[in-house]
């Protein structure tokens, strides 16, 4: 049985077929999602070389969902190798 069957999660929530899927919620302030792209011109790198360019070397996406007073919800995703 699939990995993710046994978590008791949804069939390809936690797992694809050719990759790992792995998303991270949470229920704070969120924030205004240009301020990546803004923060990345500044040269300020954090989001984008700690998680988006690690994923990256690695092959994968990162997908950030925030906005102001909703929280934030950012989405791994790794092929197998």
């Not at 699939?2 to 790992?20: E, F």
């Not at 899927?21 to 011109?41: H, I, K």
């Not at 700690?50 to 070397?57: L, N």
Request: no cysteine.
């Amino acid at each position: 049985m699939p990995a993710d069957r046994l978590a008791g999660a949804p069939p390809g929530r936690l797992g694809d077929r050719d990759g790992v899927r792995v998303t991270v919620r949470d229920n704070g302030t969120g924030f205004d999602p240009g301020r990546l792209d803004e923060a990345a011109r500044e040269g300020r790198l954090g989001v984008a070389q700690s998680m988006r360019g690690r994923i990256s070397d690695l092959g994968g996406d990162t997908t950030v969902h925030s906005r102001p007073g909703d929280g934030t919800e950012i989405e791994f995703w790794l092929p197998r190798r």
